[in-house]
């Protein structure tokens, strides 16, 4: 499985961009982001600068990724503070799959019990 990782530029070259993601320094293809700058942050996916992210975002993804990390560990103690946004909630079908799945339920011949 690939992860997009939150990434900070630090310098840019042509489309290439030097950037910061905890304590090492990676070379990003930001060509996908010409309105990219230093100072940036960056969802970096398969060495590719996908999008930019807010300060906020990027570090909520970095906190996200650092607790599935702790899991992988076999320590729990910081899911739900890194998942605040599921935690406690059902999870929720995107608009278009749950029409899909309305009108699939509007189609099905009610079943009757003897």
Do not use: N
Not at 47 to 74: S, Y
């Amino acid at each position: 499985m690939c992860l997009g990782l939150p990434m900070c530029i630090e310098t840019i070259a042509g489309w290439s961009g030097r950037c910061r993601y905890g304590d090492a320094l990676h070379v990003v293809d930001l060509s996908l982001l010409p309105e990219a700058h230093p100072g940036d942050h960056v969802l970096v996916f398969l060495g590719a600068g996908r999008r930019l992210l807010d300060a906020d975002e990027a570090e909520r993804i970095a906190l996200a990724l650092a607790a599935v990390e702790a899991v992988m560990r076999g320590d729990t103690t910081s899911v739900d503070a890194a998942f605040a946004d599921l935690a406690g909630r059902e999870p929720m079908l995107p608009p278009h799959l749950a029409a899909a799945l309305a009108a699939q339920h509007a189609t099905k011949p009610e079943e009757t019990t003897p």
